[in-house]
């Protein structure tokens, strides 16, 4: 088991070095180009519904993110100080057309990243929200550039 964890303000600014981090990874672990943009994305949408919607932006408020390789998942867990969950009617989908004719279009944060990752969980306890969103390694394409390692061998963090 290996894992990174980064601890932000909850200010947009420092959301990028979270995204740049999961870039970083993927690139390590051997993420096709595709895969790297969805875990990317996701991961900044997930952030800035912490920073946002959490913590409501509130810079003294940290936002915990922590990048876990366990077995054949990639999860990546964020956390905020918000305590209440989101009220999502189950299987409710955005009206994209309607999103996408506002002159500022919002609230798509966590129907998008649905359509990214393999897997989602969302947690309410002792004052924290978490966000759980995973990849399963073995249904993730490599890309070209994998770093080489013996054969039968994962790569690890």
Not at 91 to 108: N, S, V, W
């Amino acid at each position: 088991m290996n894992d990174v964890e980064i601890s932000i303000p909850s200010d947009h600014v420092f959301e990028r070095i979270v995204r740049d981090s999961a870039l970083v990874l993927a690139r390590h672990m051997g993420f096709d180009e595709d895969r790297t943009a969805d875990l990317q994305l996701a991961v900044s949408e997930a952030v800035t519904n912490a920073i946002e919607h959490g913590n409501k932006g509130r810079i003294e408020i940290k936002v915990g993110v922590r990048f876990l390789l366990q077995n054949d998942r990639l999860s990546i867990r964020v956390i905020d100080r918000g305590g209440v969950l989101p009220h999502l009617p189950h299987g409710a989908q955005p009206h994209i057309e309607d999103k996408f004719a506002d002159d500022t279009p919002r609230g798509l944060g966590l129907f998008l990243i649905e359509q990214l990752v393999d897997g989602v969980e969302m947690r309410s306890n002792d004052g924290c929200t978490e966000f759980t969103m995973w990849f399963d390694l073995k249904q993730t394409p490599a890309g070209g550039d994998a770093p080489a390692g013996p054969a039968g061998q994962e790569e690890s963090l």
